[in-house]
């Protein structure tokens, strides 16, 4: 089932402004979003869990690399 969020939403739920949000959106680097109009943004909060798992970082692992 989706469960939709607002731009205002996502900056509630990930802790940012609402200009952030739109910077994310600009530059494409945003969860997958439902466009309902040019002013009806929506994001599925399930592809927005998946986009933050898709950048976490493993401290550990960064390391290694060096």
Do not use: H
């Amino acid at each position: 089932m989706l469960q939709l969020m607002s731009i205002e939403d996502l900056a509630l739920y990930l802790g940012d402004s609402k200009r952030t949000i739109y910077n994310y959106i600009a530059s494409g680097d945003c969860p997958p979003y439902i466009k309902l109009s040019s002013k009806n943004i929506k994001f599925d909060r399930a592809d927005v869990d998946q986009w933050l798992e898709s950048r976490k970082v493993n401290p550990s692992k960064q390391k290694e690399r060096k």
